[in-house]
Every structure is written in structure tokens, then in C-alpha cells.
């Protein structure tokens, strides 16, 4: 169903890129198990010719997550790190990147360890100040890659400002990766990015039962060397899980919604606990950036990073106590989920440049759920007893 950019998300996030089986009837895309396609004759086809390059779930999904990010053209692989191998792949030897110094720590590993070993160099900076960014810039520099809000400190980096910056400088191109925030809450696009990237598995999947990638963009040329990368490479999502984003979506603005409620919360009664020493959510006033948050975002999203009085002691007990915020990697997903990301997800960036960044080793991430908030807090209270 075409649906424009002046229909509600909710609206979009069900209809978009769907509609009814004609030949059942069947409400729900289908899952188009096959891997190649009988062709009428050499090379005329009815659009697809071999679900490597192109499958109707997957292309459901990939329309549905366009109209949700405002974008013309989407791209969706197996994995958030697919979608920014992807992106890399425009990259030569010899180029540089500017990037966020808070940042996933896989998004970290990929450009220092197999992209710096191709020649590529990175120079990782405070995202938040135009002035860094600006000093950051080389003649070399190709892309500068910003997560807003970072991961796991929360910083919010001003998305227009930042473009406006870089696109003075013809040839490079701003990628923001929006999977803290989801389309629900902001969109880069239309805040001056080049390209979004998302890790689908996050809160657009949103169950914690499925792993992808997707990317957002509006240029066709380089959406069509995106395509090619994607083709070639080939690191693109079964369509079992294309359905299972595609079932995800379909909530993605209610659950947000919860998942906001939630973490205001629970910001706003940390604040007030006498064991915490510091709380990183955009949502609260003292945070450095609110401002910003509260211009670009709609609201302020379901992560809280909390540091404790005891470092990484008191921040690893209190990871290890609580019940309901179960101890694992990822976040977005319905249920509570606890990280210390020292040890956990962020272990492959070096502990000095963790540290220069902000990323204490006591910090520790909460990805908040849509349970009942009595019992979050409830849950948190015995953690931190």
C-alpha cells in the first residue's frame, strides 16, 4: 500500500510496503520460502530472479522501514553490523572516517580492526562538539559516523548542525546510526543525513527472537551502489526474518510509547537514590544536551546508563542482582534487560580510550522494557540495596 509521509506513523507502520495476498487473501505478507524463480523466458522475470538479490518479503519489509524513516529507498541484511560493512564498502584505501568516540563497540572493532587493516584511517572524536568535528576533517575524510543518542552515554549530537557542517565540504556523507532513537522518535533524514542505519534487531524487531540490519536513504545513485555491495556481498536476511520485523513494526509506536514511559520513570527515581552518583538519560534537565534532545526527538527513548557509588565493584554487583532486568547483551526487546558494557559489549574498545570517552568501567546500561513499573523499580531497589 502506498502511503505518503503525511499519513500517522501507526498508520505507515502497518500498512506500508504491504498489502493483501491476491492470490489467498492473506492479511499478512507472506513468507516467500524459495531461493530462485522461474523466468518466462531468459532474463524477463516478474521481478524477482534469485532471493540473494531480491525476495517479496524482503522487499515488503525494506519499503515498510523507508516510509517509516521518510526515506525513498531501504536496504535490509542479516545483521546492524551487515548494513555498516555496507557502508564501509564505499570506502577506498587511503580514506578517513570521522566517528563518534562513544560508540558500539562492534561499530569500533569493524573500523579499527578490519577496516584500519585495509587502510582506512578513523579518527574517533566528541561528536557533540561541531568544533572537534570540524578540526577532524581531512582532505582523506569521506564519511562521519555519529550515533545519537550514543551508546552507552546517551550523548546527543545535534543531527542538522553536524550536516550542515560537513556537507560544506563536497563528498562526504553524514551516517547516523538512529537505533537508540527508531523512526518513531527521530529521523535523520530529514534532519540533513546522508544515510540511516539501524540494527533491526533492537527495538524494531523488538522480541529479542531476530537479528537484522537496515538502511535509509534518498539518493538513488547511491542507493544503487548500496544494492550492488548488498548483492554481491550478500549478506542479506532470511525471509523468516524479514516476517518477523515485518510483525514487529506493526507495534513498533505502541511499544515506544511504553518503553518511554517506562525509562522517564525510572531516570527521574535514580536521580533521587542516594548509592547513584550519576544518571545519562537526554530525558532529564541536567543532561548536557537536553536541548538538542528536545528538539530532534519526539521523546527521549527506553535507555538509562547509571554509574554507582563504588565503580566497578558496585557497578558488577549491582548487574549480577537484579531479576527482573535479566544480565545480556542487546536491548530493545520487551523485557528488562541489564548490561555492563566494561565487560560486555563495549570489552573490545581498549579501557584508556573507553575511559577518555566517558565509559567509566562502573557503568552499567539498562535497556528498559514495557513491564509494569512498579515492579522495574521494585526490581532496581533490590539491586541496589
Not at 540533513?192 to 524487531?205: L, N, R, W
Not at 518511554?260 to 548509592?275: G, R, S
Not at 548490561?339 to 560486555?344: I, K, N, Q
Not at 577518555?356 to 514495557?370: C, F, N
Request: charge should be negative.
Amino acid at each position: 500500500m502506498a502511503l505518503g509521509k503525511d499519513s500517522g506513523f501507526g498508520t505507515r507502520a502497518i500498512h506500508a510496503g504491504q498489502r493483501p495476498d491476491p492470490t489467498t487473501g492473506a492479511i499478512m505478507t507472506p513468507v516467500f520460502l524459495t531461493s530462485t524463480y522461474v523466468q518466462e523466458e531468459p532474463a524477463k522475470t516478474k521481478g524477482f530472479d534469485y532471493s540473494r538479490t531480491c525476495n517479496p518479503t524482503r522487499s515488503a519489509l525494506e519499503a515498510n522501514l523507508a516510509s517509516l524513516e521518510n526515506a525513498r529507498f531501504g536496504l535490509c541484511f542479516a545483521s546492524g553490523m551487515g548494513a555498516i560493512d555496507c557502508i564501509l564498502n564505499l570506502l577506498e584505501t587511503g580514506d578517513h572516517v570521522v566517528a563518534c568516540n562513544d560508540l558500539y563497540g562492534g561499530t569500533y572493532r569493524i573500523l579499527t580492526t578490519l577496516y584500519g587493516k585495509l587502510g582506512v584511517d578513523t579518527t574517533f572524536v566528541d561528536t557533540t562538539k561541531l568544533d572537534d568535528v570540524s578540526a577532524a576533517i581531512s582532505k582523506r575524510t569521506k564519511l562521519v559516523y555519529l550515533e545519537s543518542p550514543t551508546n552507552p552515554l546517551l550523548n546527543v549530537s545535534d543531527i542538522s548542525a553536524l550536516a550542515e557542517l560537513v556537507h560544506e565540504h563536497p563528498g562526504i556523507l553524514v551516517v547516523v546510526d538512529n537505533t537508540f532513537a527508531t523512526p518513531y522518535l527521530q529521523n535523520p533524514l530529514d534532519l540533513g543525513a546522508d544515510i540511516v542505519v539501524h540494527s533491526t534487531t533492537k527495538y524494531i524487531g523488538g522480541h529479542s527472537d531476530v537479528i537484522g540490519g537496515f538502511l535509509a536513504l534518498q539518493d538513488p545513485e547511491l542507493r544503487d551502489k548500496l544494492h550492488h555491495f548488498q548483492n554481491t556481498v550478500g549478506a542479506t536476511p532470511s525471509p523468516m526474518d524479514c516476517f518477523l520485523q515485518l510483525r514487529s513494526t506493526k507495534t513498533l509506536h505502541l511499544r515506544m510509547e511504553r518503553h518511554c514511559d517506562n525509562a522517564e520513570a525510572i531516570a527521574a527515581w535514580l536521580l533521587e537514590h542516594p548509592k547513584v552518583e550519576k544518571v545519562h538519560y537526554p530525558g532529564i534537565e541536567s543532561h548536557p544536551q537536553h536541548e538538542v534532545a528536545k528538539r530532534q526527538m519526539r521523546r527521549f527513548g527506553g535507555m538509562i546508563s547509571l554509574e554507582l557509588e563504588g565503580g566497578l565493584e558496585a557497578g558488577c554487583r549491582f548487574a549480577s542482582r537484579t531479576r527482573l532486568f535479566s544480565l545480556a547483551e542487546s536491548l530493545g526487546g520487551v523485557e528488562s534487560l541489564v548490561d555492563h558494557p566494561a565487560s560486555m559489549t563495549h570489552a573490545s574498545i581498549p579501557r584508556e580510550e573507553r575511559e577518555a570517552a566517558g565509559l567509566r568501567d562502573g557503568l552499567v546500561r539498562l535497556s528498559v522494557g514495557v513491564e509494569d513499573i512498579k515492579d522495574l523499580i521494585d526490581d532496581l531497589e533490590h539491586a541496589l540495596d
